[in-house]
């Protein structure tokens, strides 16, 4: 008698498993983020340090008025990435970092990712324009790439700036700037970026500014380039 399918058995069961593992971290939501922070600084607390084990974390449940169950689902999901706070931010920053990186390879010249505040976490890209044209794909291929990469991310800022820029910091140098929660990053297909940036994705985006000069239907397809969508 073979045993060749109980073999195909273990082996889809081990590959289930590993996959679940290795996808974990795109689990995570800012808010397991937030309570697993929130539960750490707790634990310092003169009243939380003096207890133990159910106790302990019901004290803590108490004080962040939900239910112990609910709180130790996020912070037991943390936990399996990293011991403290910030140690698991920086993992996310890393990872973060080296996804736009890739996705706008030597074009990606800022990235800052801001975890201080564990219930709001903020990541920051600017980038040197290439083609005009292509801003908005460039735009929404960022955001994608940080929602993908660090998902306890609440807000992404993206600006675009003037290769020729001198001092691409300063607001004279920005070609493109908006910003977008990564939820809605998530919505966003990274096979129909050509097609859908500047008739979709645009919407996805807040507060578009962009400079004067390429504010031309010509360019970008919009009445007044991306700073005004399509009616």
Not at 71 to 93: I, P, Q, R, Y
Not at 138 to 163: C, F, M, N, Q, Y
Request: aromatic share 8%; net charge positive; glycine share 6%.
């Amino acid at each position: 008698m073979t045993k060749w399918p109980l073999v195909f058995a273990v082996m889809a069961l081990f590959t289930f498993a590993t996959g679940v593992q290795a996808g974990e971290l795109q689990k995570l939501t800012p808010e397991d983020y937030r309570l697993f922070c929130g539960y750490m600084d707790a634990l310092d607390n003169p009243k939380v340090a003096k207890l133990k084990g159910k106790k302990r974390d019901r004290k803590i449940a108490k004080m962040a008025k939900m239910r112990v169950k609910k709180l130790m689902k996020s912070v037991n999901k943390v936990k399996e990435h990293g011991a403290t706070c910030d140690e698991v931010g920086k993992m996310f920053e890393g990872k973060s970092k080296k996804a736009v990186e890739a996705a706008l390879p030597g074009r990606v010249d800022l990235y800052y990712f801001d975890a201080s505040d564990p219930s709001h976490v903020v990541a920051s890209v600017r980038w040197t324009g290439g083609d005009r044209k292509k801003l908005v794909q460039e735009a929404a291929l960022l955001a994608k790439a940080v929602s993908e990469s660090a998902s306890i991310v609440k807000t992404i800022a993206i600006r675009g700036v003037d290769p020729r820029s001198e001092d691409r910091a300063s607001d004279a140098a920005i070609w493109f700037e908006a910003t977008m929660t990564a939820s809605r990053a998530n919505n966003i297909d990274k096979g129909k970026i050509k097609d859908y940036a500047d008739r979709r994705y645009i919407r996805l985006f807040d507060g578009v500014k962009c400079a004067d000069a390429i504010a031309a239907p010509t360019q970008l397809g919009y009445r007044g380039g991306p700073c005004e969508r399509k009616e």
